[in-house]
Antibody, heavy 120, light 106 residues
């Protein structure tokens, strides 16, 4: 059974770059798509973007220009970088496995989530 | 941009049927998925591709999708089903989540 685990700093200063890594176990990262999803405290879910092993990314347009995702097949990890963060980027960040098909997709496995707070 | 609309809250008595709706333009032409999230926990997929249940999800969870509305139905609702529920679909090339519905089992 696939397991995902997020890691990275829990506190980031405004205007700096948020960096998170997701380590995948129990499945090869060269299959499926791999996503980041975030949830501000007390609010709903927001998709950040996905990356397949080929590296062809797709990002939420609302974050376009600030977000970069990368994948390291040798470590079975994928990563998120979000630049120029503000307090509005404070959220629990989840990594998830995305199953993508014709006119739909779903997320069948999620990490436990990591809270990232943007504050000076 | 594509939007999915859910009622903020739904209440149900134990043993009764709960229905949670998700509305979006021509949503029936897309696949809808549903997630359950309990406080302090990660979301869990309960329905995908409109009506398919992942392994381990009780049979009391079912889904449908037609026209502009997808519906998650919980038959014989139990206290353990109290949670936030989110619908999700694929927009033009962007993943969209509904705003979430708090299900209260009174």
């Amino acid at each position: 059974q696939v397991q995902l685990r997020e890691s990275g700093p829990g506190l980031v200063k405004p205007s700096e770059t948020l960096s998170l890594t997701c380590t995948v176990s129990g499945d090869s990262i060269i299959t499926y798509y791999w996503s980041w999803i975030r949830q501000p405290p007390g609010k709903g879910l927001e998709w950040v973007g996905y990356i397949p092993y080929s590296g062809s990314t797709n990002y939420n347009p609302s974050l376009e220009g600030r977000v970069t995702m990368s994948i390291d097949t040798s470590k079975n990890q994928f990563s998120l970088k979000l630049r120029s963060v503000t307090a509005a980027d404070t959220a629990v960040y989840y990594c998830a496995r995305e199953i993508l098909y014709g006119n739909g997709c779903h997320f069948d496995s999620w990490g436990q989530g990591t809270l990232v707070t943007v504050s000076s | 941009s594509y939007e999915l609309t859910q009622p903020p809250s739904v209440s149900v008595s134990p043993g009764q049927t709960a229905s949670i709706t998700c509305s979006g333009d021509k949503l029936g032409e897309k696949y809808a998925s549903w997630y359950q999230q309990k406080p302090g926990q990660s979301p869990v997929l309960v329905i995908h591709e409109d009506r398919k249940r992942p392994s381990g999800i009780p049979e009391r969870f079912s889904g449908s999708n037609s026209g502009n509305t997808a519906t998650l139905t919980i038959s014989g609702t139990q206290a353990m089903d109290e949670a936030d529920y989110y619908c999700q679909a694929l927009g033009s090339s962007t993943v969209i989540f509904g705003g979430g519905t708090r299900l209260t089992v009174l």
